[in-house]
């Protein structure tokens, strides 16, 4: 069985069902931290949440979970591409909107949008776009929302502005998160690790030469506070390959071995 953040409508179900191919259950959660928890509680196979938006950045209650919550790897990933639009209630108008409502990533992603023609609208978040276009149907008509078409057809609005997002190009990264690392090799394949070093000088820059040193490619570095102290900070990164590759499984060790806190996130396909 497959979580994901629902209710129905939202962009990842839509993720769940591409991801999936539809031979796989799928079970919806109200947050993303309750669908990573619910596998690790051993009450679904797995999930899929997002982790990173090409507008908004890093989805950091996935980061916070995977480094700090639960005993999960990343099994795998999926890009979705995100159209957003303005919704409204069948047969309402711009003029009739008062408040414009999603989940925050939304709201950041057409941003131009809601200052330019909204700037004078009350803005307010949902914990997602299904949950929004839900309030929409039962509102009055001066609540309007963004959010995917398919929560435009489930909850029979009208969309007012189709694509609304400030880039075309807005797309969002889930992974797919279980119990067990994935054991198969591909092509293409990624590997996570989060880790925190000592906050002196070159700490940073020794940690990330181990892997230069090795000729490894570092795609992406993200950081993210420790939470138990002001001023300290884990580190995610993400490197071409699989930790089976002899070269890139010991050059984690030794960044394991120059680290405080180390944690292997997974090794899988993209």
Not at 39 to 46: A, F, K, P, S
């Amino acid at each position: 069985m497959l979580g994901y953040l629902g209710p129905s409508g939202t962009f990842s179900q839509q993720a769940a069902v591409e991801w999936s191919g539809g031979k796989e259950e799928i079970k919806e959660y109200s947050t993303i931290y309750s669908a990573i928890l619910a596998v690790q509680n051993g009450e679904i196979d797995r999930a899929i949440v997002p982790i990173e938006n090409s507008i908004d950045g890093s989805i950091n209650t996935t980061l916070d979970a995977l480094a700090f919550d639960v005993d999960l790897f990343i099994t795998g990933e999926y890009i979705l591409h995100i159209s957003e639009n303005l919704m409204v209630k069948k047969g309402a108008c711009k003029e009739d909107i008062k408040i414009i409502t999603s989940h925050p990533q939304p709201i950041g992603q057409c941003s131009r949008l809601l200052s330019h023609e909204f700037s004078d609208r009350k803005i307010e978040f949902t914990d997602s776009t299904a949950a929004a276009a839900k309030r929409i149907s039962e509102s009055d008509g001066s609540v309007a929302c963004i959010g995917s078409s398919a929560s435009a057809e489930l909850y029979g609005l009208d969309i007012l502005r189709p694509d609304c997002g400030d880039d075309a190009n807005n797309s969002t990264r889930f992974v797919i998160v279980e119990k067990n690392p994935a054991k198969s090799v591909t092509q293409h394949d990624k590997t996570s690790v989060v880790f925190a070093v000592d906050n002196k000088p070159g700490s940073l820059y020794s940690a990330i030469e181990l892997l230069a040193a090795s000729k490894i490619n570092m795609t992406k570095i993200e950081s993210r506070p420790m939470k138990d102290k002001l001023g300290k900070y884990v580190f995610f990164i993400d490197i071409d390959g699989n930790i089976d590759d002899a070269s890139i499984y010991f050059a984690l060790d030794k960044l394991r071995q120059n680290t405080y806190f180390y944690k292997f996130l997974g090794s899988y396909g993209y």
